[in-house]
């Protein structure tokens, strides 16, 4: 094991970073070239099958370079709705989940960028877990690759950065992965395939919007009011949502995009008529349109506090509510929750298969 972890883990290089190191230790460039192909185009987990690389080079590659950040421990899939959960270890023994999600002709791949998360928010298992430690860019694209190699016949066509964790807190790494995912020497997804979803910090909102990554942007509101989204994200009391609105105007400006406003349906709590008010406001401040999500239960954590005492909106109300902001002209959907019996749903991922279900 510790021989291992000095291994240098060249998941994650860049291309340029991969020439670089073949350049260091004294092979041509475009060795890099084939090897990156080999990593991101033919899947491989393994030197010795690269075939148009010399043996000993081969040799050499295995035993001072990585291709392995994670290993599947086991799939879990939805009986209702097709959706299946991965769940990885860490070569340090970290549990983390990604989730794969067909729809029609779409294949989402929602994708963690942490162990864990320190945000807190209160309806969200992977919050209630705490925060372990960032993901590197090969463990956040390896979630990719090694799903893209199990389902092989059928291509993964989006990618949300909707799992564990808060990807703008994970920044570098982040954008990094997005780097790997839309070059067009390796996965080549279109940046419009792309979504990254946070609950909010504006610097880094503006740092993307300058990145000149161009993805699309969710952000997890949850409520119009300061007061109440501080209750239920407490990250809201550093960053308030003024601050983050003024990021997130800047970002769709920059970008020409619409924000997605995430919005799980907390009843009493997020779904009063005022809050009907306050969003519609909200809402017709920027280009945006809503994400109504039901809220999947989180009970599988033991909540306290707070957690223990939120409730779901009914699906009745949900579609009310609905009703009335489209009477507004807000442009909303209502997200189909995907795979809560393997608490695989939204803000149900704390690296847990469910008992119930083998
Ligand atoms: N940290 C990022 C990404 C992870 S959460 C963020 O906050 O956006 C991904 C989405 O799931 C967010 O919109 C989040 O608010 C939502 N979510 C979290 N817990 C949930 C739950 N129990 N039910 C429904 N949606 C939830």
Same mark, same amino acid.
């Given at each position: 094991?510790?021989?291992?972890?000095?291994?240098?883990? &060249?998941?994650?290089? +860049?291309?340029?970073?991969?020439? @670089?190191?073949?350049? /260091?230790?004294?092979?041509?460039?475009?060795?890099?070239? /084939?090897?990156?192909?080999?990593?991101? @185009?033919?899947?491989?987990?393994?030197?010795?099958?690269?075939?148009?690389?010399?043996?000993?080079?081969?040799?050499?590659?295995?035993?001072?370079?990585?291709?392995? +950040?994670?290993?599947?421990?086991?799939?879990?899939?939805?009986?209702?709705?097709?959706?299946?959960?991965?769940?990885?270890?860490?070569?340090?023994?970290?549990?983390?989940?990604?989730?794969? $999600?067909?729809?029609?002709?779409?294949?989402?791949?929602? !994708?963690?960028? /942490?162990?864990?998360?320190?945000?807190?928010?209160?309806?969200?298992?992977?919050?209630?877990?705490?925060?372990?430690?960032?993901?590197?860019?090969?463990?956040?694209?390896?979630?990719?690759?090694?799903?893209?190699?199990?389902?092989?016949?059928?291509?993964?066509?989006?990618?949300?950065?909707?799992?564990?964790?808060?990807?703008?807190?994970?920044?570098?790494?982040?954008?990094? #992965?997005?780097?790997?995912?839309?070059?067009?020497?390796?996965?080549?997804?279109?940046?419009?395939? &792309?979504? !990254?979803?946070?609950?909010?910090?504006?610097?880094? $909102?503006?740092?993307?919007?300058?990145?000149?990554?161009?993805?699309?942007?969710?952000? #997890?509101?949850?409520?119009?009011?300061?007061?109440?989204?501080?209750?239920?994200?407490?990250?809201?009391?550093?960053?308030?949502?003024?601050? @983050?609105?003024?990021?997130?105007?800047?970002?769709?400006?920059?970008?020409?995009?619409?924000?997605?406003?995430?919005?799980?349906?907390?009843?009493?709590?997020?779904?009063?008529?005022?809050?009907?008010?306050?969003?519609?406001?909200?809402? @017709? #401040?920027?280009?945006?349109?809503?994400?109504?999500?039901?809220?999947?239960? !989180?009970?599988?954590?033991?909540?306290?506090?707070?957690?223990?005492?939120?409730?779901?909106?009914?699906?009745?109300?949900?579609?009310?509510?609905?009703?009335?902001?489209?009477?507004?002209?807000?442009?909303?959907? &209502?997200?189909?929750?995907?795979?809560?019996?393997?608490?695989?749903?939204?803000?149900?991922?704390?690296?847990? !298969?469910?008992? +119930?279900? +083998?």
């Amino acid at each position: 094991m510790k021989r291992e972890e000095k291994k240098i883990e &060249i998941k994650g290089f +860049t291309l340029s970073e991969l020439q @670089n190191y073949f350049h /260091q230790i004294g092979e041509p460039k475009y060795r890099a070239l /084939q090897v990156f192909n080999w990593i991101y @185009n033919h899947l491989s987990t393994d030197f010795f099958e690269m075939e148009n690389i010399p043996k000993s080079l081969r040799q050499k590659l295995s035993e001072t370079c990585s291709l392995q +950040t994670l290993n599947l421990v086991t799939t879990q899939s939805s009986l209702s709705t097709g959706t299946k959960k991965y769940l990885y270890s860490t070569l340090d023994n970290k549990k983390i989940e990604s989730v794969l $999600i067909p729809e029609g002709e779409r294949n989402t791949l929602c !994708i963690s960028t /942490q162990v864990g998360c320190p945000l807190d928010c209160k309806f969200c298992a992977t919050g209630l877990m705490g925060f372990k430690r960032n993901l590197s860019v090969g463990e956040i694209a390896d979630q990719y690759l090694l799903t893209a190699k199990e389902i092989r016949k059928e291509k993964i066509t989006n990618i949300v950065y909707m799992g564990m964790g808060e990807p703008l807190l994970n920044f570098e790494n982040t954008k990094r #992965s997005v780097e790997i995912f839309t070059n067009e020497l390796t996965v080549g997804l279109s940046r419009t395939r &792309i979504t !990254i979803s946070t609950a909010g910090i504006p610097k880094k $909102i503006k740092e993307l919007a300058d990145s000149g990554l161009r993805v699309k942007l969710a952000f #997890s509101l949850h409520s119009a009011f300061e007061d109440v989204r501080s209750k239920i994200m407490p990250i809201n009391k550093k960053y308030s949502l003024l601050e @983050n609105l003024e990021a997130l105007k800047y970002y769709s400006k920059q970008i020409k995009t619409r924000i997605t406003f995430e919005y799980t349906m907390l009843k009493r709590m997020n779904d009063r008529d005022e809050d009907v008010t306050a969003l519609t406001k909200l809402c @017709n #401040s920027l280009p945006s349109k809503i994400n109504l999500i039901p809220f999947n239960s !989180i009970k599988h954590m033991n909540p306290a506090g707070i957690s223990a005492e939120l409730e779901p909106t009914s699906n009745q109300d949900i579609q009310r509510f609905a009703d009335k902001l489209r009477k507004n002209n807000i442009t909303i959907m &209502i997200r189909e929750t995907q795979g809560d019996d393997i608490a695989a749903a939204c803000g149900q991922l704390a690296g847990k !298969i469910k008992k +119930t279900l +083998t």
